[in-house]
């Protein structure tokens, strides 16, 4: 692989704009196939069994340099096409995994269908596309958007072009720590990446847990200090206050421990609260991303114009996106299938409906999944730079866009005669229907977005990356289904069994499914907990007030999506993130009392010190995502996340105390790498 010239300014890519390099190749597309059909099946077990993926755009990063490094004449650019493909597998797998099965818990489908399968997962991957090459510029031009993910793979391909040894040994170094920590937890488990403590009282219950994950310290270390201090108002406001109020005011919930009667008023309560949060405040972020999207597109349009007159020029290499007018045009093909899916394969043929409500009700669906599906996605792209990808909550915005179109069927289904069950089933269906085509483009537009981000760090040309992706969710489209069929046949999945005498404690939970079908079922049976939405709608008013007053006075801010976040997400999700922001500001304070402002060899050490850590933390989320897919395999072939255990039953007691002194000991060698003279 050729070394690249080191960029003389940070921001500027590695690939110059006016340098062309080939990207897409017949290698690339080869190697970008089968990694795509190795992560989509690599994830599915584990979105199925636990409700969580492991994000492959790291691993596809690795994988496909490893593999590239063979070929004497290969370049960064197409390591970013092979990343950019292979990590779809990952993100459609996601987004079909956690919503398709509802049908199933409905039994509205006693099997996952091949060809709908198929054209679900093309329509809503496509989409997810379409709707992110409008949203590239604003959201990438935005400098309060960190993107963890995706500066963690562009520092691993640039340190890998450069060759530069002091980048190679910081980025080894942490990606061997992050996975021996990872395999410590996860396989061996000898540790563990959670640790709580809850105290009950005769009345309520208090405490606290903490997130020890490897990966999430060193993204939050990426991020920085707003987006964890926003993330702890969240927790001091659902967690550290709610959980006792909320236990005091609707009783002890009855469980085994403390701990699980925690989770069980998250579960009930809390995770509405944040629904509600992030359902308010991605409308304002929605309100706030209006005007860049609406000059992004109108800049697409103006530099298309400009090469129809033969001006090349017109725009750089690497600002080149699908033209927008074929974007328009491929979004409004896809509407016709969409109706015809919904109309004739989502709607069962035996409910008691008129054909004219049937195709009334599919074309409103139609454009919810156009218009929401647009909206969520934008909120979701927003998410990512915030956040990053792999904490992203994916199931937050689908039950906030769930919601949305539950109480629109609710007030068309009220001129209805129809009975309060007939209601409640075509709601639950119609709902769950639309939602698994907008939760496939939800979850394409998370990854997406850290992808295109990774090419414009290495200098790769936006239409050529999103061509990858389009390659990439046709090649996944047709390998999910069977992937799916084969688990459902051998394990069943939530609750549901394809023939009798299965063993229950085999079978795969599908949690968001389940949450979905829940959510859907209770708003039609007005069981859902309305007042918990309204109370996190209310803290996001005035989050979004607060924010603008910080904003304007003091230039700082409090992202309200963040804090609906720290509200909606386990703590062992959100403190890692804050431990690791936490650090990077008390690394920065250090490095200013040690280098004062204002001379410039003092500058350059505080950049090298800077450089080093970011570089170190990259390292360790690349280490602990590739253990993770990794121990995939095991815990698939064995059918067990316990496969690789070798700690004793009775010395379980003392793995969130050890785990707690090795995150102190992680963050204590982060802090001295990045410091050291």
Known sequence: MPKMKPSSHDDAPVIPANMSLPEITFRVLVLGVLLTIVLAAANAYLGLKVGVTVSASIPAAVISMGILRFFRNSNILENTMVQIMASVGEALTAGIAFILPALLILHVWDGFNYWQTVMTSLLGGGLGVLFTIPLRRALLQDKTLRYPEAVAIGNILKASANKEEGDLRSLVGGGFIGALIALFQSGFQILTDTFQYWVKTSTTIFGFGLGLSPALIAAGYIVGVNVALSLLVGIAIGWLAGVPLLSWVYGLPDAETTNQMAMII???????????????????????????????MAMSFATVRQIRLGNKAASLRTERDIPIHYVFIATTILLVPIFLLIACLVIPENLPISSEFRYFISAFSTLYILVGGFAF?????????????????????LVSALLVICLIFMMFFSVTDWSPETKQTVGSILAIGSMVVIGAALSISNDTMQDLKVGQIVGATPWKQQVMLILGVIVASFVIPPILQLLYNAYGIGGVFPRPNMNPSQMLAAPQAGLMATVAQGAFSHQLKWGMIAIGAGIAVICVIIDEVLKKQYGTRLPVLAVGLGIYLPLDSSVPVIIGGLLSYLVQQRLSARYP??????????????????????????????????????FALSESADALRIMPEQYMAYAGPLSVLVTFILCAWIYRVVMKK
């Open 266 to 296: 998250w579960r009930n309560y809390i995770r509405y609260i944040g629904v509600g949060t992030m359902l308010i405040g991605g409308l304002w972020t929605l309100c706030t991303l209006f005007k860049p999207v609406v000059t992004s």
């Open 377 to 397: 996605c934008s909120i979701m792209a927003y998410f990512a730079g915030l956040i990053g990808s792999t904490n992203s909550p994916v199931s937050g915005l």
């Open 597 to 634: 402002r204002g001379n410039k060899e003092n500058e350059q050490h505080i950049n090298a010190a800077r450089h080093r850590g970011l570089l170190l933390c990259c390292g360790i989320v690349a280490g602990a995502s590739l253990m993770g897919v990794f121990l995939a395999v095991p």
